[in-house]
T-cell receptor, first 120, second 115 residues
């Protein structure tokens, strides 16, 4: 099992350009989450997707940011017209379908190695 | 929504000593509490988790305790080693105000184990 695959590992963009971050979940995982980590800070939830559906995008800025998880292929986090404040590590995580049994309504997140975006 | 506070933000211990990191959460309906370890420049990795129907869980030198009444949970590392040095994050999820799987993370604790 190859784990959660993210690419690229490092991405440098000039202000105003677009950044596209890709994430392939672990085999058998149908739930994908994107988190942003600013330098020396914690992980902040951005968006939660299942195949072809955005379930929760409450943590994602309404402008310039978008995410998708198509039926075929990886999940994509797209940042348009990047600004210096977008510089951060973006982690993708996946999990199995959450179980609704009592005491087991959630499942661990498996993180990818992240994409470190630098905006110059 | 859920709010998770983590203390301390930095912790330095001598090799062999114990380390304790504490987290509090706000959503009483949260029922899943994982802990992640993140080494410098690497991805967060799950080290231990606990569900709300359990008060304590142990895995070798690592243990987690949960107090649902007080809404706090703690990570305990005994006989610390230099390779335990990393940033540790607590998280809470599964509450009524969150989608299943969406975790709220603490801001992290940087643990340094001095040889």
């Amino acid at each position: 099992n190859a784990g959660v695959m993210q690419n690229p590992r490092h991405l440098v963009r000039r202000r105003g350009q677009e950044a596209r971050l890709r994430c392939s979940p672990m085999k058998g995982h149908s739930h994908v989450y994107w988190y942003r980590q600013l330098p020396e800070e914690g992980l902040k939830f951005m968006v939660y997707l299942q195949k072809e559906n955005i379930i929760d995008e409450s943590g994602m800025p309404k402008e310039r940011f978008s995410a998708e998880f198509p039926k075929e292929g990886p999940s994509i986090l797209r940042i348009q017209q990047v600004v210096r404040g977008d510089s951060a590590a973006y982690f993708c995580a996946s999990s199995t379908r959450p179980r609704r049994d009592i005491g087991q309504s959630d499942s661990p997140l498996h993180f990818g190695n992240g994409t470190r975006l630098t905006v110059t | 929504g859920e709010n998770v506070e983590q203390h301390p933000s930095t912790l330095s211990v001598q090799e062999g000593d114990s380390a304790v990191i504490k987290c509090t959460y706000s959503d009483s309906a949260s029922n899943y509490f994982p802990w992640y370890k993140q080494e410098l420049g690497k991805r967060p990795q799950l080290i231990i988790d606990i569900r709300s129907n359990v008060g304590e869980k142990k895995d070798q030198r690592i243990a987690v305790t949960l107090n649902k009444t007080a809404k706090h949970f703690s990570l305990h590392i005994t006989e610390t080693q230099p390779e335990d040095s990393a940033v540790y994050f607590c998280a809470a999820s599964g509450g009524l105000n969150t989608n299943a799987g969406k975790s709220t993370f603490g801001d992290g604790t940087t643990l340094t184990v001095k040889p």
